[in-house]
């Protein structure tokens, strides 16, 4: 697997997992079979609920000797609620004991709502403090970053964004690009949404290269230098996640990917008010989208 070096020289694994919409009651077990598979970088948040059975997936495998603290790479996030000054420091100081670390690899404002510069300026002092390798923000249009960027101390070193087929941006991939901050893409697959995993031309490259459309989704991110992040439940599919490093999609594959775009997204619109709606309300009642 490649590692992906951010603009502060923290390296960063290209492929990681993801546990959004993984109940506790079952996460602990997920992580750890994710981390005996092979997978180091394990991508949670406080939204998500999950952080004390990941925190503990951790231990056990550092315990059993699977991997060494140092070479996983934990992220979290602080949603709306958790924005601004004083309650990011106070979030933060949660989330390290929920899941029993000394530190963060990378720490990341989930949404562009609320006083995320307040929570920024937090965010940066403990990273100077070295409690936290990497700071960065999720869902972020190319607009916000670059606003972001234009006036902070630390520019983020990611930017955590949905990114599918249907859904490519590559606008905001180039903005990124030009300020330095590496693109993260989360739901990969839409969640199987909009007959992602029966689009005929995806279903053709992967016969081409006998592998899977999943796998054929991950490839092409990797190739254009998106970090991932798929999430399964399942031991083969995670196994079958990670065996995308032994095949190269050629020109004539990326191209007809690209033609898929819709420029839409599938799942988080922040320009609708009906999703800002949702997302305020997203922990007393987390409905997936309004889209």
């Given at each position: 697997?490649?590692?992906?070096?951010?603009?502060?020289?923290?390296?960063?694994?290209?492929?990681?997992?993801?546990?959004?919409?993984?109940?506790?009651?079952?996460?602990?077990?997920?992580?750890?079979?994710?981390?005996?598979a092979?997978?180091?970088?394990i991508?949670?948040?406080?939204?998500?609920?999950?952080?004390?059975?990941?925190?503990?997936a951790?231990?056990e495998?550092?315990?059993?000797?699977?991997?060494?603290r140092?070479?996983?790479?934990?992220?979290?996030?602080?949603?709306?609620?958790?924005?601004?000054?004083?309650?990011?420091?106070?979030?933060?100081?949660?989330?390290l004991?929920?899941?029993?670390l000394d530190?963060?690899?990378l720490?990341?404002?989930?949404?562009?709502?609320?006083?995320?510069?307040?929570?920024?300026?937090?965010?940066?002092e403990?990273y100077?403090?070295?409690?936290i390798?990497?700071?960065?923000?999720?869902?972020?249009?190319?607009?916000?970053l670059?606003?972001?960027?234009?006036?902070?101390?630390?520019?983020?070193?990611?930017?955590?964004?949905?990114?599918?087929?249907?859904?490519?941006?590559?606008?905001?991939?180039?903005?990124?690009?030009?300020?330095?901050?590496?693109?993260?893409?989360?739901a990969?697959?839409?969640?199987?949404?909009?007959?992602?995993?029966?689009?005929?031309v995806l279903?053709e490259?992967?016969?081409k290269?006998?592998?899977?459309v999943?796998?054929?989704?991950?490839?092409?991110?990797?190739?254009?230098?998106?970090?991932?992040?798929?999430?399964?439940?399942?031991?083969?599919?995670?196994?079958?996640?990670l065996?995308?490093w032994?095949?190269?999609?050629?020109?004539?594959?990326?191209?007809?990917?690209?033609?898929?775009?819709?420029?839409?997204?599938?799942?988080?619109?922040?320009?609708?008010?009906?999703?800002?709606?949702?997302?305020y309300?997203y922990?007393?009642?987390?409905?997936?989208?309004?889209?």
């Amino acid at each position: 697997m490649d590692r992906i070096q951010l603009h502060n020289g923290v390296e960063m694994p290209q492929e990681g997992f993801g546990v959004f919409q993984v109940p506790e009651s079952v996460c602990k077990e997920v992580v750890l079979n994710a981390i005996r598979a092979g997978y180091r970088l394990i991508d949670t948040a406080s939204s998500y609920k999950n952080e004390e059975a990941v925190g503990s997936a951790i231990r056990e495998a550092v315990l059993e000797g699977t991997v060494t603290r140092e070479e996983l790479f934990i992220t979290t996030k602080a949603y709306i609620q958790e924005m601004g000054y004083d309650n990011l420091k106070e979030a933060f100081a949660r989330f390290l004991s929920k899941l029993g670390l000394d530190y963060l690899d990378l720490y990341l404002v989930h949404m562009p709502l609320g006083d995320y510069y307040g929570a920024w300026r937090a965010m940066e002092e403990l990273y100077k403090e070295g409690k936290i390798r990497a700071i960065g923000v999720c869902n972020f249009d190319a607009a916000r970053l670059m606003d972001l960027c234009y006036n902070v101390d630390i520019r983020p070193m990611v930017n955590q964004i949905e990114r599918h087929p249907h859904y490519q941006r590559h606008e905001e991939l180039s903005v990124m690009h030009k300020l330095g901050v590496q693109p993260e893409g989360w739901a990969p697959f839409a969640e199987g949404m909009k007959g992602m995993f029966t689009e005929p031309v995806l279903r053709e490259i992967a016969a081409k290269h006998e592998k899977t459309v999943p796998q054929v989704i991950l490839r092409w991110n990797i190739q254009q230098g998106v970090v991932i992040i798929p999430k399964s439940v399942h031991q083969e599919r995670m196994e079958e996640n990670l065996a995308i490093w032994d095949f190269v999609l050629d020109s004539d594959d990326m191209d007809r990917i690209a033609a898929l775009d819709k420029n839409c997204p599938s799942m988080l619109d922040c320009s609708r008010p009906s999703e800002i709606d949702r997302l305020y309300d997203y922990l007393n009642n987390p409905v997936l989208t309004t889209l």
